[in-house]
């Protein structure tokens, strides 16, 4: 069985013919896309084929940006409340496969407090760029799943991650 690591190699090897477009905004966007699915394999994920699919039809021009973002999204919520499943998520090998599955959102507010613990509401919508009120809609929702928790006052604390997606 290939580890995570292993199979970012794979899935960073389909980047390649990007990398080396003669077209500088592709060789950009494919230089992201890899950073972003190699980053991945560190925190010992796995990326699932639809991930790389988009990606790909992102760089051969099919979808912008903001259609990949919608379309998984648009997949997240559709499978939200099942089991966790690695065919359309990203997923820690070791994770507890009947646990909440996070959204895109979800986990960069979950990325972004392991770091930065400290940050009020305010602080984080900066930070992931979202709006103070997604925030506080995106950490209640963790906090009702039992994923995150607020300690030491409303406005002056600390997150702690519960159970990291």
């Known amino acids: 069985m290939l580890t995570p690591q292993d199979m970012a190699l794979q899935n960073l090897s389909m980047f390649d013919k990007y990398v080396n477009s003669p077209d ?7 230089k992201n896309w890899r950073t972003a699915i190699g980053l991945q394999a560190v925190d010992g994920l796995t990326v ?26 648009k997949e997240y919520r559709k499978n939200r409340h099942e089991v966790f499943s690695s065919e359309y998520e990203i997923v820690p090998e070791s994770a507890n496969r009947n646990k909440y599955k996070c959204t895109m959102d979800e986990i ?8 930065q613990p400290e940050l009020t509401i305010k602080q ?3 930070k992931i760029r979202k709006s103070e009120d997604d925030v506080r809609r995106i950490t209640e929702n963790l906090i009702a799943h039992g994923m ?14 519960v159970y990291d997606y």
């Not at 500088?24 to 494919?30: H, L, T």
């Not at 639809?50 to 979808?63: D, F, M, P, S, T």
């Not at 960069?108 to 770091?115: D, E, G, I, P, S």
């Not at 995150?148 to 991650?161: F, P, Q």
Request: hydrophobic content about 40%.
């Open 48 to 73: 699932s084929d639809y991930l790389i699919q988009l990606a790909i039809r992102n760089l051969e021009g099919e979808l912008t940006m903001d259609e990949v973002e919608e379309l998984l999204e």
């Open 108 to 115: 960069a507010v979950l990325r972004t407090v392991r770091l």
């Open 148 to 161: 995150l928790r607020h300690e030491h006052g409303k406005e002056e604390g600390d997150w702690d991650i």
């Open 124 to 126: 984080l919508a900066e």
């Open 24 to 30: 500088p905004s592709v060789r950009k966007c494919a």
